[in-house]
T-cell receptor
Framework: EPEVTQTPSHQVTQMGQEVILRCVPI?????FYWYRQILGQKVEFLVS????????KSEIFDDQFSVERPDGSNFTLKIRSTKLEDSAMYFC?????????????FGPGTRLTVL | KNEVEQSPQNLTAQEGEFITINCSYS?????LHWLQQHPGGGIVSLFM???GKKKHGRLIATINIQEKHSSLHITASHPRDSAVYIC?????????????FGKGTLLTVNP
């Protein structure tokens, strides 16, 4: 069964460093998302991506964040200068996106720890 | 702003019991997702529904769009059902179907 994959599963970085979180969405899906979950809190929307551009972003998704689909399979989230408060679980999701809301399929997440 | 509220926050049951988790939301939605999050953190999509009822195995999800309410039921609960159950809404009008999440219900099923 097709699934969303994410790498790495755990990333530890120093404050101020850049990190890139990688996702491979399900191959025939058109909508891609990044969500994050700070420990003990609810999952929050970061950004959605369709047709090679950002379709919506939350207020959390400021200039330190960027997303890219560098090739036909990968979808990346870059955090340019990490802060302690960026420590969280980051989930990638994808959906087919045809004609209305579709079920979103989530990756296993990347746990980011900023020291 | 769409708020998604879940109840209860925590639920402990004995194996075999019938479980109900509730979700309510404050604005019009086009669909609602029920998700399961295990202790390791991974999220599994259980259902997406926009009307009526869906069933998968021992899980049943219902939604009443007019009353802005959805429920997730688990019949014959089992310890392996222990997880956090999250509802997430897709507000009407968005073009990207982003999800707004509830805080989750922590379910513990004891043998």
């Amino acid at each position: 069964e097709p699934e969303v994959t994410q790498t790495p599963s755990h990333q530890v970085t120093q404050m101020g460093q850049e990190v890139i979180l990688r996702c491979v969405p399900i191959s025939n899906h058109l909508y891609f998302y990044w969500y994050r979950q700070i420990l003990g809190q609810k999952v929050e929307f970061l950004v959605s991506f369709y047709n090679n551009e950002i379709s919506e972003k939350s207020e959390i998704f400021d200039d330190q964040f960027s997303v890219e689909r560098p090739d036909g399979s990968n979808f990346t989230l870059k955090i340019r200068s990490t802060k302690l408060e960026d420590s969280a679980m980051y989930f990638c999701a994808s959906s087919e996106g045809h004609r209305g809301a579709q079920q979103q399929f989530f990756g296993p997440g990347t746990r980011l720890t900023v020291l | 702003k769409n708020e998604v509220e879940q109840s209860p926050q925590n639920l402990t049951a004995q194996e075999g019991e019938f479980i109900t988790i509730n979700c309510s939301y404050s604005v019009g939605i086009s669909a609602l997702h029920w998700l399961q999050q295990h202790p390791g953190g991974g999220i599994v999509s259980l259902f997406m529904l926009s009307s009526g009822k869906k069933k998968h195995g021992r899980l049943i999800a219902t939604i009443n769009i007019q009353e802005k309410h959805s429920s997730l039921h688990i019949t014959a609960s089992h310890p392996r059902d222990s997880a956090v159950y999250i509802c997430a809404a897709v507000p009407i009008g968005g073009s990207n179907y982003k999800l707004t999440f509830g805080k989750g219900t922590l379910l513990t099923v004891n043998p």
